[in-house]
């Protein structure tokens, strides 16, 4: 099990107020009731599809100034699930806004991809599409929109449903993952067992720091917090990285003591081959793994 690092998205969100979190689940609810089950029902049954529940009812009584936070959306088919962050009637329609707390000053197509599936799903539940939406990082005060067109989005829906039916066909799910280049744009890189069983099979030793920019795992060998920064010292490959993390940004690793391992992503090793130092970046995460990494022997 895996502790996402920034503990900020929680921040984020908290400017949306526990009343307002509260009036958008009832609403929700009460919206899906029109085809005889709730959205929590559909929480509880994993095997409830928007099929199941009935015809859909047009989402036509959102008016301007309305706020809804954490909307359940599913595609028609079923296959497909999320929970839109914010959405907010505008006077030209719906906005679909989704939160990232990452400190990008881009837009990395994966984002684009996930409001563009939001889109579908929110058609598919709703019967109506957004009229825009926005990738927001509260912590650099960034925002970007992202093409909502409807050709767009149900080209992005079908890529995506046909993806997972590849994937539910397939009982072997680790036999599906091809670890690449494309691994830079994955979400899922932390949890990604062939990915970090790649990374720690590379033979050679100066092919390895420079992929390591895209994730390396190492343990503990000291921590301690000086100031402002922790201090980490992590064995990896046999050297010793060293990384200074400001606590504002990983606070996190105060639960870390030596021993424990730590997948680190988008930071670049620099300096000494048999002493490396992690260079931060704005795109540097930390995961702090509940038990053992994949030790280089598991990795042959
Ligand atoms: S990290 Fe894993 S799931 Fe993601 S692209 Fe790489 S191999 Fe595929």
Redesign the pocket.
């Known amino acids: 099990m895996l502790d996402r690092a920034n503990g900020t998205c929680r921040e984020t969100r908290a400017g949306v107020t526990g009343p307002l979190r509260r009036r958008s689940r009832k609403r929700c609810a009460s919206r899906a009731a029109g085809g005889g089950r709730t959205t929590s029902d559909a929480e509880r049954d994993p095997d409830f599809t928007l099929d199941q529940r009935g015809p859909i009812q047009p989402m036509n009584e959102f008016p301007e100034g309305e706020v809804e936070v954490e909307i359940l959306v599913r595609s028609r088919d079923g296959l497909l699930i999320g929970r839109v962050d914010r959405v907010e009637g505008t006077p030209g329609g719906i906005r679909l806004i989704d939160y990232k707390s990452a400190l990008h000053d881009d837009l990395p197509q994966r984002y684009e991809r996930q409001l563009q599936l939001y889109a579908a799903m929110w058609h598919d539940t709703w019967g109506a599409w957004p009229a825009e939406a926005r990738v927001i990082y509260p912590l650099t005060g960034a925002a970007y929109m992202v093409d909502v067109a409807a050709s767009t989005c149900e080209g992005v829906a079908a890529e995506a449903a046909k993806l997972v039916r590849t994937m539910l066909a397939e009982r072997r799910p680790s036999a599906?993952?091809?670890?690449?280049d494309?691994?830079t744009?994955?979400?899922?890189?932390p949890w990604?067992r062939?990915?970090w069983r790649?990374q720690a099979a590379e033979p050679s030793h100066a092919a390895a720091l420079v992929r390591a920019t895209v994730g390396f795992e190492g343990v503990v060998e000291a921590i301690d917090l000086r100031g402002e920064n922790w201090r980490l010292m992590l064995r990896w490959r046999g050297c010793l990285v060293r990384l200074v993390l400001p606590n504002d940004r990983f606070g996190h690793l105060a639960r870390v003591r030596q021993g424990m391992h730590l997948r680190v992503l988008d930071t670049p090793l620099r300096g000494l081959r048999q002493q490396p130092t992690a260079s931060l970046t704005p795109r540097t995460e930390v995961f702090i793994l509940e038990g053992a990494g994949i030790g280089e022997a598991e990795a042959r």
């Open positions: 599906l993952a091809r670890p690449g494309v691994c744009l994955c979400e899922f890189r990604c062939p990915f790649t």
